[in-house]
């Protein structure tokens, strides 16, 4: 086994032993758009407390992170996906706007 794939030695359970193989893509993915937070995303996939200390350092995750951040950033998918999240933010506050009794009748048919 290369030293370089395990964190079992930043680990303090006997038994857990983490290769960058058992980090799932979709959590990488999940990490790099950046929608939330990493350690809420981490605990999602069952790494919590010393073991994403660990893994958020980790060389090889940071680095796979970085790259996908740079390929989702050079496909647009970036910009896009955080667009998407703005206009569901301003939809809500457009909406409640429309019917607040205050709102007259022209700005309600504007909207």
């Not at 032993?17 to 981490?42: N, S, W």
């Not at 680095?63 to 667009?83: D, H, M, N, Q």
Request: contains cysteine; charged residues 30%; aromatic residues 10%.
């Amino acid at each position: 086994m290369n030293p370089e794939d395990s964190l079992s030695k930043f680990v303090p359970a006997k038994s857990a032993t983490l290769k960058m193989l058992d980090v799932q893509p979709k959590m990488i993915l999940e990490c790099a758009m950046g929608v939330e937070d990493p350690a809420v995303v981490a605990e999602r996939y069952g790494y919590y407390g010393p073991q994403w200390e660990a893994l958020k350092v980790f060389d090889p995750f940071v680095k796979a992170v970085e790259e996908k951040k740079v390929e989702l950033y050079a496909s647009g998918y970036t910009f896009r996906t955080r667009a998407n999240i703005l206009a569901h933010d301003l939809l809500e506050d457009i909406y409640l706007d429309a019917k607040a009794p205050e709102t007259n009748a022209h700005t309600r048919l504007e909207r």
